[in-house]
Protein backbone atom coordinates (compact mmCIF):
# COMPACT_ATOMS: atom_id res chain seq x y z
CA UNK A 1 0.00 0.00 0.00
CA UNK A 2 0.98 3.67 -0.77
CA UNK A 3 0.60 6.29 1.27
CA UNK A 4 0.53 10.19 -0.32
CA UNK A 5 -0.13 13.19 1.71
CA UNK A 6 -1.88 15.48 -0.31
CA UNK A 7 -1.30 19.14 0.04
CA UNK A 8 -3.78 21.65 1.25
CA UNK A 9 -6.73 22.60 -0.51
CA UNK A 10 -6.92 25.43 -2.83
CA UNK A 11 -10.37 26.26 -1.86
CA UNK A 12 -10.18 25.88 1.63
CA UNK A 13 -7.05 27.81 1.90
CA UNK A 14 -8.43 30.44 -0.27
CA UNK A 15 -11.81 30.96 2.30
CA UNK A 16 -9.37 30.79 5.31
CA UNK A 17 -7.47 33.82 3.88
CA UNK A 18 -11.04 35.70 3.15
CA UNK A 19 -12.33 35.00 6.50
CA UNK A 20 -8.81 35.54 8.84
CA UNK A 21 -8.27 38.71 7.15
CA UNK A 22 -11.69 40.07 8.22
CA UNK A 23 -11.41 38.84 11.25
CA UNK A 24 -11.50 39.94 14.50
CA UNK A 25 -7.82 38.95 15.71
CA UNK A 26 -5.43 36.57 14.41
CA UNK A 27 -6.13 33.84 12.76
CA UNK A 28 -3.48 30.61 12.11
CA UNK A 29 -4.10 28.46 9.52
CA UNK A 30 -2.52 25.17 10.08
CA UNK A 31 -1.05 23.33 6.64
CA UNK A 32 -2.43 25.67 4.32
CA UNK A 33 -1.71 24.98 0.38
CA UNK A 34 1.32 26.83 -0.77
CA UNK A 35 1.11 27.20 -4.90
CA UNK A 36 0.69 29.96 -7.10
CA UNK A 37 -2.76 30.25 -6.56
CA UNK A 38 -2.40 30.77 -3.05
CA UNK A 39 0.83 33.23 -3.51
CA UNK A 40 -1.12 35.64 -5.17
CA UNK A 41 -4.47 34.90 -3.20
CA UNK A 42 -1.47 36.08 0.03
CA UNK A 43 0.13 38.34 -1.95
CA UNK A 44 -3.33 40.33 -3.04
CA UNK A 45 -3.78 40.98 0.36
CA UNK A 46 -0.68 42.27 1.32
CA UNK A 47 -1.61 44.76 -0.94
CA UNK A 48 -5.05 45.39 0.65
CA UNK A 49 -2.90 46.17 3.76
CA UNK A 50 -3.45 43.17 5.63
CA UNK A 51 -0.49 41.74 7.41
CA UNK A 52 0.24 37.51 6.59
CA UNK A 53 3.49 35.60 8.09
CA UNK A 54 4.29 32.50 6.44
CA UNK A 55 5.82 30.17 8.36
CA UNK A 56 6.44 26.86 6.09
CA UNK A 57 3.35 24.65 7.63
CA UNK A 58 1.39 27.38 9.22
CA UNK A 59 0.62 31.21 8.27
CA UNK A 60 -0.88 33.73 10.38
CA UNK A 61 -3.23 36.73 9.46
CA UNK A 62 -3.95 39.81 11.26
CA UNK A 63 -7.45 40.28 10.90
CA UNK A 64 -8.82 43.98 10.15
CA UNK A 65 -12.76 43.51 10.64
CA UNK A 66 -12.93 47.34 9.33
CA UNK A 67 -10.90 46.07 6.04
CA UNK A 68 -8.11 47.04 4.23
CA UNK A 69 -5.53 49.22 6.05
CA UNK A 70 -4.81 51.26 2.36
CA UNK A 71 -7.17 53.46 0.66
CA UNK A 72 -5.88 52.76 -2.77
CA UNK A 73 -4.00 49.72 -4.09
CA UNK A 74 -3.75 47.80 -7.40
CA UNK A 75 -4.22 43.95 -6.86
CA UNK A 76 -2.95 41.64 -9.54
CA UNK A 77 -4.34 38.36 -9.29
CA UNK A 78 -2.75 35.94 -11.63
CA UNK A 79 -4.79 32.93 -12.63
CA UNK A 80 -6.53 32.26 -9.74
CA UNK A 81 -10.44 32.23 -10.01
CA UNK A 82 -10.53 32.68 -6.16
CA UNK A 83 -8.31 35.48 -5.92
CA UNK A 84 -10.02 37.51 -8.49
CA UNK A 85 -13.86 36.78 -6.70
CA UNK A 86 -12.97 36.63 -3.40
CA UNK A 87 -10.54 39.72 -3.18
CA UNK A 88 -12.76 42.67 -4.85
CA UNK A 89 -15.76 41.18 -2.47
CA UNK A 90 -13.65 41.73 0.52
CA UNK A 91 -12.71 45.36 -0.70
CA UNK A 92 -15.70 46.49 -1.24
CA UNK A 93 -16.90 45.87 2.59
CA UNK A 94 -14.38 48.87 3.64
CA UNK A 95 -15.53 52.15 4.79
CA UNK A 96 -13.45 53.63 2.45
CA UNK A 97 -11.16 53.57 -0.56
CA UNK A 98 -10.37 52.86 -4.04
CA UNK A 99 -8.89 49.26 -4.95
CA UNK A 100 -8.02 48.16 -8.65
CA UNK A 101 -7.97 44.66 -9.55
CA UNK A 102 -6.73 42.75 -12.84
CA UNK A 103 -5.59 39.63 -13.98
CA UNK A 104 -4.24 36.87 -16.36
CA UNK A 105 -5.01 36.69 -20.39
CA UNK A 106 -6.74 33.60 -18.65
CA UNK A 107 -8.61 34.56 -15.94
CA UNK A 108 -9.59 38.19 -17.95
CA UNK A 109 -12.02 35.25 -19.91
CA UNK A 110 -13.60 34.28 -17.11
CA UNK A 111 -17.33 35.60 -16.47
CA UNK A 112 -17.36 37.46 -13.36
CA UNK A 113 -20.68 39.51 -14.02
CA UNK A 114 -22.91 37.55 -11.93
CA UNK A 115 -21.08 38.51 -9.10
CA UNK A 116 -20.18 41.96 -10.07
CA UNK A 117 -23.81 42.39 -10.71
CA UNK A 118 -24.96 41.24 -7.51
CA UNK A 119 -22.46 43.79 -5.87
CA UNK A 120 -24.16 46.44 -7.85
CA UNK A 121 -27.60 45.47 -6.60
CA UNK A 122 -25.92 45.96 -3.05
CA UNK A 123 -25.02 49.66 -3.95
CA UNK A 124 -21.63 48.81 -4.75
CA UNK A 125 -19.71 51.07 -6.99
CA UNK A 126 -17.99 48.86 -9.21
CA UNK A 127 -16.77 49.46 -12.88
CA UNK A 128 -15.34 47.31 -15.47
CA UNK A 129 -12.64 48.78 -17.58
CA UNK A 130 -12.59 46.50 -20.67
CA UNK A 131 -15.03 43.87 -21.27
CA UNK A 132 -18.35 44.62 -19.28
CA UNK A 133 -18.54 41.19 -16.42
CA UNK A 134 -14.88 40.38 -16.49
CA UNK A 135 -11.44 41.90 -15.44
CA UNK A 136 -9.94 44.58 -14.62
CA UNK A 137 -12.50 46.35 -12.65
CA UNK A 138 -11.78 48.83 -9.62
CA UNK A 139 -13.90 49.17 -6.67
CA UNK A 140 -14.91 52.45 -5.42
CA UNK A 141 -15.71 50.71 -1.32
CA UNK A 142 -17.95 53.01 1.26
CA UNK A 143 -19.62 50.02 3.11
CA UNK A 144 -21.78 47.81 1.91
CA UNK A 145 -25.48 48.03 3.82
CA UNK A 146 -26.64 44.82 2.62
CA UNK A 147 -30.14 43.17 1.81
CA UNK A 148 -32.08 41.04 -0.29
CA UNK A 149 -30.83 39.50 -3.98
CA UNK A 150 -31.48 37.03 -6.27
CA UNK A 151 -28.37 35.10 -7.86
CA UNK A 152 -27.39 33.20 -10.56
CA UNK A 153 -24.59 30.63 -9.47
CA UNK A 154 -24.98 27.89 -12.73
CA UNK A 155 -21.59 29.09 -13.66
CA UNK A 156 -19.86 28.96 -10.88
CA UNK A 157 -20.56 28.33 -7.13
CA UNK A 158 -17.66 30.94 -5.89
CA UNK A 159 -20.16 34.02 -7.07
CA UNK A 160 -22.36 32.72 -4.25
CA UNK A 161 -19.20 31.99 -2.07
CA UNK A 162 -17.85 35.54 -2.05
CA UNK A 163 -21.77 37.27 -1.47
CA UNK A 164 -21.97 34.95 1.97
CA UNK A 165 -18.63 35.43 3.29
CA UNK A 166 -19.41 39.32 2.71
CA UNK A 167 -22.54 39.01 4.39
CA UNK A 168 -21.15 39.23 8.36
CA UNK A 169 -19.38 42.51 7.12
CA UNK A 170 -22.44 43.98 5.42
CA UNK A 171 -24.29 46.47 8.02
CA UNK A 172 -27.68 44.76 7.74
CA UNK A 173 -27.34 41.37 6.46
CA UNK A 174 -27.49 39.46 3.85
CA UNK A 175 -30.56 37.14 2.42
CA UNK A 176 -29.70 35.53 -1.12
CA UNK A 177 -32.19 34.04 -3.15
CA UNK A 178 -30.57 31.52 -5.48
CA UNK A 179 -31.55 30.45 -8.55
CA UNK A 180 -29.46 28.10 -10.13
CA UNK A 181 -26.18 26.27 -8.68
CA UNK A 182 -23.17 24.01 -9.81
CA UNK A 183 -20.81 22.72 -7.78
CA UNK A 184 -23.17 22.80 -4.39
CA UNK A 185 -20.68 21.33 -2.40
CA UNK A 186 -18.25 23.74 -2.15
CA UNK A 187 -21.39 25.84 -1.13
CA UNK A 188 -21.77 24.05 2.29
CA UNK A 189 -17.60 24.24 2.52
CA UNK A 190 -18.13 27.91 2.52
CA UNK A 191 -20.76 27.52 5.37
CA UNK A 192 -19.00 25.34 7.77
CA UNK A 193 -16.00 27.30 7.66
CA UNK A 194 -18.08 30.50 8.20
CA UNK A 195 -19.43 29.05 11.26
CA UNK A 196 -15.69 27.93 12.39
CA UNK A 197 -15.04 31.81 12.50
CA UNK A 198 -18.22 32.52 14.07
CA UNK A 199 -20.48 33.79 11.58
CA UNK A 200 -24.30 33.01 11.70
CA UNK A 201 -25.80 31.98 8.66
CA UNK A 202 -28.89 29.47 7.90
CA UNK A 203 -29.93 28.00 4.88
CA UNK A 204 -33.05 27.23 3.91
CA UNK A 205 -33.47 25.21 0.55
CA UNK A 206 -31.63 27.72 -1.88
CA UNK A 207 -32.39 30.54 0.12
CA UNK A 208 -29.68 31.71 2.58
CA UNK A 209 -29.40 34.23 5.36
CA UNK A 210 -26.72 35.62 6.85
CA UNK A 211 -26.50 38.31 10.07
CA UNK A 212 -24.30 41.01 10.82
CA UNK A 213 -21.56 40.80 13.19
CA UNK A 214 -18.29 39.82 11.25
CA UNK A 215 -16.08 37.10 12.17
CA UNK A 216 -13.78 36.13 15.20
CA UNK A 217 -10.11 35.01 14.84
CA UNK A 218 -9.28 31.17 15.35
CA UNK A 219 -6.49 28.67 14.75
CA UNK A 220 -7.88 26.39 11.48
CA UNK A 221 -6.50 23.04 10.06
CA UNK A 222 -6.39 22.69 6.25
CA UNK A 223 -7.65 19.20 5.40
CA UNK A 224 -5.65 18.00 2.05
CA UNK A 225 -7.09 18.55 -1.53
CA UNK A 226 -9.93 16.32 -2.46
CA UNK A 227 -9.67 17.37 -6.39
CA UNK A 228 -5.90 16.26 -6.08
CA UNK A 229 -6.55 13.15 -4.57
CA UNK A 230 -8.51 12.34 -6.83
CA UNK A 231 -5.44 11.47 -9.25
CA UNK A 232 -3.78 8.86 -6.84
CA UNK A 233 -6.72 7.37 -6.35
CA UNK A 234 -7.88 6.89 -10.16
CA UNK A 235 -3.96 5.65 -10.54
CA UNK A 236 -4.86 3.30 -8.05
CA UNK A 237 -7.91 2.03 -9.64
CA UNK A 238 -6.37 2.21 -13.34
CA UNK A 239 -3.08 0.18 -12.07
CA UNK A 240 -4.74 -2.34 -9.26
CA UNK A 241 -2.52 -0.78 -6.58
CA UNK A 242 -3.69 0.36 -2.90
CA UNK A 243 -3.09 3.66 -2.57
CA UNK A 244 -4.40 5.70 1.37
CA UNK A 245 -4.58 9.55 1.69
CA UNK A 246 -4.46 10.68 4.98
CA UNK A 247 -6.83 13.46 6.49
CA UNK A 248 -9.78 13.09 3.65
CA UNK A 249 -12.08 10.81 5.84
CA UNK A 250 -15.42 10.27 7.42
CA UNK A 251 -15.53 14.51 8.30
CA UNK A 252 -13.81 16.06 4.96
CA UNK A 253 -15.93 18.85 3.86
CA UNK A 254 -15.06 19.18 0.27
CA UNK A 255 -17.46 17.44 -2.07
CA UNK A 256 -14.46 16.19 -4.49
CA UNK A 257 -14.06 13.37 -2.42
CA UNK A 258 -17.63 11.79 -4.10
CA UNK A 259 -15.04 10.76 -7.07
CA UNK A 260 -14.32 7.91 -5.06
CA UNK A 261 -17.75 7.19 -4.95
CA UNK A 262 -17.46 7.01 -9.18
CA UNK A 263 -14.41 4.51 -9.02
CA UNK A 264 -16.80 2.44 -6.88
CA UNK A 265 -18.99 1.91 -9.58
CA UNK A 266 -16.22 1.42 -11.80
CA UNK A 267 -15.21 -1.47 -9.96
CA UNK A 268 -12.52 -0.41 -7.28
CA UNK A 269 -13.14 -1.03 -3.80
CA UNK A 270 -13.15 2.13 -1.58
CA UNK A 271 -12.61 2.82 1.97
CA UNK A 272 -13.24 5.60 4.04
CA UNK A 273 -12.64 6.02 8.05
CA UNK A 274 -12.42 9.20 10.26
CA UNK A 275 -8.19 9.22 9.67
CA UNK A 276 -8.41 8.86 5.57
CA UNK A 277 -9.59 7.47 2.53
CA UNK A 278 -8.28 4.33 0.81
CA UNK A 279 -8.70 2.82 -2.72
CA UNK A 280 -7.39 -0.64 -4.39
CA UNK A 281 -8.47 -2.38 -7.57
CA UNK A 282 -7.79 -5.37 -9.76
CA UNK A 283 -7.16 -2.76 -12.37
CA UNK A 284 -10.44 -3.96 -14.04
CA UNK A 285 -12.75 -1.24 -14.64
CA UNK A 286 -16.05 -0.93 -16.44
CA UNK A 287 -17.98 1.87 -17.74
CA UNK A 288 -20.83 4.30 -16.72
CA UNK A 289 -22.97 7.13 -17.21
CA UNK A 290 -22.00 9.63 -14.29
CA UNK A 291 -23.67 12.99 -13.53
CA UNK A 292 -20.88 15.57 -12.29
CA UNK A 293 -22.26 18.80 -11.99
CA UNK A 294 -21.59 18.62 -7.99
CA UNK A 295 -17.56 17.34 -9.24
CA UNK A 296 -16.68 18.50 -12.05
CA UNK A 297 -13.28 19.56 -11.12
CA UNK A 298 -13.01 15.77 -11.06
CA UNK A 299 -14.20 15.26 -14.70
CA UNK A 300 -11.37 15.64 -16.23
CA UNK A 301 -9.36 12.53 -14.36
CA UNK A 302 -12.36 10.31 -15.12
CA UNK A 303 -12.34 11.30 -18.34
CA UNK A 304 -7.97 10.26 -18.28
CA UNK A 305 -9.00 6.75 -17.92
CA UNK A 306 -12.29 6.19 -19.18
CA UNK A 307 -10.77 5.08 -22.40
CA UNK A 308 -9.24 1.66 -20.32
CA UNK A 309 -13.15 1.04 -19.22
CA UNK A 310 -14.63 -2.02 -20.63
CA UNK A 311 -17.71 -0.03 -22.11
CA UNK A 312 -17.82 3.60 -22.75
CA UNK A 313 -17.93 6.36 -19.83
CA UNK A 314 -20.56 9.03 -20.53
CA UNK A 315 -20.38 11.99 -18.05
CA UNK A 316 -23.15 14.08 -17.81
CA UNK A 317 -24.30 18.19 -16.59
CA UNK A 318 -20.65 19.42 -16.88
CA UNK A 319 -20.97 22.57 -18.65
CA UNK A 320 -19.40 24.71 -16.17
CA UNK A 321 -16.50 22.97 -17.08
CA UNK A 322 -16.26 24.62 -20.18
CA UNK A 323 -15.32 28.13 -18.05
CA UNK A 324 -12.52 27.06 -16.10
CA UNK A 325 -9.19 27.69 -16.97
CA UNK A 326 -9.90 26.67 -20.11
CA UNK A 327 -12.72 24.99 -22.14
CA UNK A 328 -12.04 21.53 -20.24
CA UNK A 329 -14.61 19.21 -21.87
CA UNK A 330 -13.24 20.20 -25.41
CA UNK A 331 -9.82 19.61 -24.03
CA UNK A 332 -10.04 16.40 -22.63
CA UNK A 333 -11.78 15.53 -25.71
CA UNK A 334 -9.50 17.03 -28.32
CA UNK A 335 -6.50 15.13 -26.25
CA UNK A 336 -8.38 11.85 -25.81
CA UNK A 337 -9.18 12.05 -29.79
CA UNK A 338 -5.15 12.70 -30.14
CA UNK A 339 -4.82 9.35 -28.99
CA UNK A 340 -6.83 7.65 -31.37
CA UNK A 341 -9.96 7.30 -28.65
CA UNK A 342 -13.32 7.58 -29.85
CA UNK A 343 -14.71 10.71 -28.21
CA UNK A 344 -18.55 12.18 -28.28
CA UNK A 345 -19.04 15.86 -26.81
CA UNK A 346 -22.83 17.97 -26.68
CA UNK A 347 -22.87 21.10 -24.83
CA UNK A 348 -22.90 19.88 -21.40
CA UNK A 349 -21.68 16.03 -21.73
CA UNK A 350 -18.81 13.94 -23.31
CA UNK A 351 -18.76 10.38 -23.68
CA UNK A 352 -15.69 8.48 -24.18
CA UNK A 353 -15.48 4.84 -25.64
CA UNK A 354 -12.79 1.93 -24.95
CA UNK A 355 -9.76 2.12 -27.07
CA UNK A 356 -5.99 1.31 -26.82
CA UNK A 357 -4.30 5.67 -26.32
CA UNK A 358 -1.39 5.95 -27.92
CA UNK A 359 1.11 8.28 -26.74
CA UNK A 360 0.81 12.26 -28.03
CA UNK A 361 1.72 15.60 -26.35
CA UNK A 362 -1.05 16.71 -24.22
CA UNK A 363 -2.25 20.02 -25.05
CA UNK A 364 -2.77 21.80 -21.81
CA UNK A 365 -3.98 25.47 -22.17
CA UNK A 366 -1.91 25.89 -19.42
CA UNK A 367 -4.59 24.09 -17.52
CA UNK A 368 -3.22 22.40 -14.26
CA UNK A 369 -5.79 19.72 -13.51
CA UNK A 370 -5.29 18.34 -17.88
CA UNK A 371 -1.93 18.04 -17.09
CA UNK A 372 -2.46 16.05 -13.48
CA UNK A 373 -5.62 14.03 -15.09
CA UNK A 374 -3.34 12.75 -18.32
CA UNK A 375 -0.16 11.85 -15.59
CA UNK A 376 -2.88 9.20 -14.83
CA UNK A 377 -3.22 7.82 -18.31
CA UNK A 378 0.66 7.65 -19.01
CA UNK A 379 0.56 5.28 -16.25
CA UNK A 380 -0.59 2.90 -18.84
CA UNK A 381 0.78 4.94 -21.93
CA UNK A 382 4.58 5.46 -21.93
CA UNK A 383 5.59 8.45 -24.31
CA UNK A 384 3.02 10.83 -23.09
CA UNK A 385 4.74 14.36 -22.54
CA UNK A 386 3.19 18.09 -22.11
CA UNK A 387 3.27 21.36 -23.76
CA UNK A 388 3.23 23.09 -20.10
CA UNK A 389 3.69 20.63 -17.65
CA UNK A 390 5.17 23.53 -15.28
CA UNK A 391 1.31 25.02 -14.88
CA UNK A 392 1.01 22.56 -12.16
CA UNK A 393 2.59 25.11 -9.61
CA UNK A 394 -1.03 26.57 -9.79
CA UNK A 395 -2.00 24.20 -7.09
CA UNK A 396 0.08 22.05 -6.73
CA UNK A 397 4.06 22.88 -6.95
CA UNK A 398 5.35 19.45 -6.32
CA UNK A 399 3.43 17.54 -8.48
CA UNK A 400 5.32 15.41 -10.74
CA UNK A 401 7.65 14.35 -7.95
CA UNK A 402 5.22 12.92 -6.53
CA UNK A 403 3.29 11.57 -9.09
CA UNK A 404 6.68 9.67 -10.31
CA UNK A 405 7.23 8.40 -6.53
CA UNK A 406 4.17 6.92 -7.08
CA UNK A 407 4.62 5.28 -9.91
CA UNK A 408 7.88 4.13 -9.62
CA UNK A 409 8.23 -0.08 -9.79
CA UNK A 410 7.88 -1.45 -6.49
CA UNK A 411 6.09 1.79 -4.55
CA UNK A 412 2.94 0.46 -4.19
Known sequence: MTVIHVPGSKSVTARALFLAAAADGTTTLLRPLRSDDTEGFTEGLTRLGYEVTREPDRWHVEGRPEGPSVTEAEVHCRDGATTARFLPTLAAAAASGTYRFDASAQMRRRPLAPLTEALRTLGVDLRH??????????????????????????????????????????????????????????????????????????????TFTVRPGGYRATTYAVEPDASTASYFFAAAALTGREVTVPGLGTDALQGDLRFTDVLRRMGADVTTTDRGTTVRSTGTLTGLTVNMRDISDTMPTLAAIAPFASSPVRIEDVANTRVKECDRLEACAGNLRAMGITVRTGPDWIEIHPGTPRPTEIATHGDHRIVMSFAVTALRVPGVTYDDPGCVRKTFPGFHEAFAGFAAPGAG
Open 129 to 206: EGAEGHHPLTVTASGVKGGELTLDAGQSSQYLTALLMLGPLTAEGLRIHVTELVSAPYVEITLSMMRSFGADVVREGN
